[in-house]
Structures are given as structure tokens and as C-alpha cells.
């Protein structure tokens, strides 16, 4: 009799266990990363169990976007290890909704700019690599990039087309260059102070 309450008693205190397990978890984690280096955009989902802070599943997605491609195409970034960093995730669950921020925060709007894609295209192929690859560090550099992206859509309008002769480009050039690498300097003083 005292085995079969023994028992008992642990069976429901099992049942009770999964049912906590099942009513709270498995909590999922989903979260997006931005690679420094050409600008793609990586998608992570993770499953764990509640209290624990190692999941036990991983699946994680890359995206291209329109400057990781311009990147790729005009050959300034080829075969690299992507510099993932932490761009923007949350945690949902019936503990708390909790939300977290990384750097990689600050350059998704240059990453999935048409304007600055197009940008760098027409960088390349008019003026020179070194320029365009000067524009891609400004572009992936969490400090800069805020300033780049809205240097290129804002003060300089680019077209998210591009140019496709050289004399429109020249013409833009003379119009805006100054605008955008002056309001870059302006950012770089008032905020980059250290
Ligand atoms: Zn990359």
C-alpha cells in the first residue's frame, strides 16, 4: 500500500512537470544579424527550454540585400567569413516580452538601401574601386553608417536606378558631392567627438 502511494505521488508530481514544461516552453528566440563586411542580412530562429539559456535548436537564414549584392557584383567584397553583428532580437514567452539591441542595428538601413547600392555601382564604374570601397567601409562602420545612408538618399537624392553614362553621374557629382561629404564631416564632428 505505502509503495503503490509512493508512486502515486511521483506520478503526479511527473505530470504536473510536463505540464509546466509544455504550458511556459519551449520558448522561441528569433533574431537578425547584419554582416560588417557586405551587408547581408542573417535571420536566426533558436527554440530552448524555459530557464535555460542554451537552445537546443538553431536555424539560421541569410538574405541579400541590395548592397550586399552591389558589393558582390562590382567584385569589391568576394569570399569572405561574414562579420555577423548583433542587429535586433526578441523573446517571447509568458515571462516577459524583452527586446535587445546590437550594432548591427546601425547599418541595416545602408544594407538595404537601393539608393547606396547604386551608389557604390556607379562609384565603381565611373570613378574608381578605391573610392567605392572607401564609401563600403562608411556604409558597414556602425558609427558612420547612419550618416553615409542619409548623406546618399537625403542631401544627395541618388537615384535608387543609378546612372548609366558617366556624363549624369559627373553632372550629379558636381551638383552633390560637396552636400554629402560635408553633411558626413558635419556628423563626424558634432557626434564622433571622443
Ligand atoms: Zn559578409
Known sequence: MAAAKFFRRWYVLALLATGIVLLIGPCRFGYYSVCSVCGKIRHTSQRKLPLL???????NCEEETPLSEACRATGLVGDHQHEWLFGHGNNGGLSGFSCALGSGELITAASQSKE???????VVRFESKDKAENWRKRLLDPLLSPAAVGAIENIGKFPAAGFDNAAEYVEWKKAHEKAVEDSIEEYRTHYLRD
Open 53 to 59: 539559456e542554451v537552445p537546443y535548436w538553431t536555424e
Open 116 to 122: 547606396a547600392a547604386a551608389f557604390i555601382k556607379c
